[in-house]
């Protein structure tokens, strides 16, 4: 999408273009990521083709899982979907089912464009739009959706987006507090050591507001209550490792089955104003490190991986957003990472 006047009406257009040659008698298979954004542009997308008489199924990624890896590809091929949206899990040269119409919904920075591709991308527009937020938009073609903004608020909550219009409407109509507590709990089973977001979504799928997820009670909503006290301890376990710090570089090392490096990274960030931080993770997938990239120098942390980056890096690696940035390397991967950055062995272990 370009940086067009009006981004919305563009969203839309491009969506209905897209659908317009899809084939109605075999099913759409949204795939997602498993955030706050990423869950509620699934939900978006599902429901509103659902209310336009199409058939639609959502995908969540599970721990390590891209749609780009060879066994999701395949488990999408065997559903012989007769479109494919991917939204809020980034923008790659590489197709994810070759000769599958297929829709990119995202807001990071791309790394390429897949040939055949419909791609509604929020990056360089300002100010950005979320997954979430391009997601309402594009469903925009397919009817009136503002009963489907509390959503849409979500995204853009859970991503730290600008205020936009919408975001102010939602809060209006359901309110700041309850939409802000609804994504901290939807954010949290994606952090936990399963990694499964499946209750969250479902809340998602089935609610007309944030209250099915902070008031109502379901099985759904306590998974999500327990999952946030999971991820608060193991937060509270690893914040107390010291950094390691060599040049302009600090690294924080630790081993937790949850998702937290993103979260020690972002709160060394203020406390190492000079620093770019690394918070590093070898317990999250069994002989990967996954590590969070955060700066309050306002460098560009995707250029400065890229600057960086090792032999067999793949598409996990670097990805996002200048200021919000990462990736996930094998340990030999890792350690030629960490020694490139000038660390030393023993230094790059947890």
Not at 115 to 140: D, F, K, M
Not at 232 to 258: Q, Y
Not at 261 to 285: C, E, M, S, T
Request: hydrophobic share 45%; aromatic share 6%.
């Amino acid at each position: 999408m370009d940086d067009s006047p009006d981004p919305r009406a563009a969203a839309a257009a491009a969506f209905a273009v897209a659908l317009d040659g899809w084939d109605r008698a075999r099913p759409v298979i949204v795939v997602g990521h498993s955030d706050a954004d990423g869950l509620a542009a699934v939900a978006i997308l599902v429901r509103a083709l659902h209310a336009a008489g199409w058939t639609a199924a959502p995908r969540i990624v599970g721990k390590g899982e891209t749609p780009w890896d060879k066994p999701l590809a395949a488990e999408l091929a065997e559903r012989a979907p007769g479109g494919l949206i991917v939204t809020d899990l980034g923008t790659r040269p590489e197709p994810v089912l070759p000769g599958t119409p297929t829709v990119i919904i995202d807001h990071h920075v791309p790394t390429g464009r897949a040939p055949g591709a419909t791609v509604v991308s929020g990056n360089g527009l300002s100010p950005e739009p979320t997954s979430a937020l391009l997601a309402w938009w594009c469903a925009g073609a397919l009817g009136d959706q503002a009963g489907l903004l509390w959503l849409a608020a979500l995204g853009l909550i859970g991503d730290m987006a600008p205020p936009f219009p919408e975001l102010a409407a939602a809060e209006a109509r359901w309110g700041k507090t309850a939409l802000k507590d609804a994504t901290a709990l939807v954010n949290a089973p994606r952090r936990t050591a399963t990694a499964d977001a499946g209750p969250a979504l479902a809340l998602l799928l089935r609610g007309d507001g944030p209250k099915i997820v902070t008031r109502e009670p379901s099985p759904e909503r306590d998974a999500l209550i327990a999952a946030k006290e999971e991820v608060k301890a193991a937060v509270e376990a690893a914040r107390r490792t010291p950094p390691r710090v060599v040049g302009d570089v600090a690294l924080i090392r630790f081993s937790s089955p949850c998702q937290i490096h993103p979260l020690i990274a972002q709160q060394w960030r203020g406390r190492l104003k000079d620093k770019i931080v690394l918070a590093a993770n070898d317990g999250y997938r069994d002989g990967w490190v996954h590590f969070a990239a955060r700066s309050a120098t306002g460098r560009d942390l995707i250029d400065f991986l890229a600057a960086h980056r090792p032999a067999g890096a793949d598409g996990r690696y670097g990805a996002g957003h200048a200021q919000a940035t990462g990736g996930a390397l094998r340990l030999a991967e890792w350690r030629a990472f960490a020694a490139g950055l000038g660390f030393s062995e023993q230094q790059a272990a947890a």
